[in-house]
Each structure stands twice: as C-alpha cells, then as structure tokens.
C-alpha cells in the first residue's frame, strides 16, 4: 500500500465513528448486509482510493432539498454509480430508523415505502 492510500485509510479510520461522513455509513452498511470492505469495493466497482474517497466525503441528507444534487457531485467526484451510492445510504437509514427509532414512526415509515413502491411516485409531494 503505497502512502496516499495509508493516509487515506488512517483518515477513513478516523472518521469512521462520526455519522456525518460516509465512512460512518459504509462500516454501518459492511454491519447490516454481513459483508467485508472488499465485498463492498466490488459490489459497487470501485478500487481502494476510490472507497477511501467515498469514505471522506459528507453524507447527503436524506430527504432534504438537496439530497440528489450532494448524491450526484459524491458520485462523479468518486466514480461511482449514484443508484448504487443511494442503495446504500437508504438501506442504512431504513435499518437506523428501525432499530433507533420509535416503532410507531417506523410503521408509518414502512407503509410510506410500500405506497410509494407501487408506482414509484410519492402523490404527497
């Protein structure tokens, strides 16, 4: 392993306990689905500086007005598929609201999903 990607793996390391970055959300992500980082920088075709860069980066907030937009630039700045990166962050967020949250809001979050998926359109907006 060459020097940039130790620095950027120590900084992954670093950071990887605070939910407002990526690393946070992938080390979540390897936890829910059972799989290791290489597991992962296969599934959505990056190489280790790409997975490191990902990690950096700030998590886009989910739900809020500019949720694609901070998806998309990560994902350009990255190399990577934004369906794929969106994958991920939802299934993180749909996993922490079932297990932080409380049952009654993640009911209503689960039959939100289902009638949305239906058509794949939210009528509420």
Do not use: H
């Not at 940039?4 to 970055?21: M, R, V």
């Amino acid at each position: 392993m060459n020097d940039k990607l130790k620095l950027l793996e120590l900084a992954n390391d670093k950071i990887a306990s605070d939910s407002g970055f990526m690393a946070y959300v992938l080390v979540q992500y390897m936890s829910i689905e059972a799989k290791t980082r290489e597991d992962i920088i296969q599934e959505i075709s990056l190489d280790m500086e790409q997975y490191y860069k990902l990690g950096l980066c700030k998590v886009p907030l989910w739900g809020s007005e500019g949720y694609l937009d901070n998806l998309n630039k990560i994902a350009v700045y990255v190399g990577i598929s934004s369906m794929a990166l969106n994958g991920i962050i939802k299934r993180v967020n749909a996993v922490s609201q079932f297990k932080g949250g409380n049952p009654e809001n993640s009911y209503l979050m689960a039959a939100r999903d289902k009638k949305i998926g239906k058509d794949d359109t939210d009528k509420s907006k």
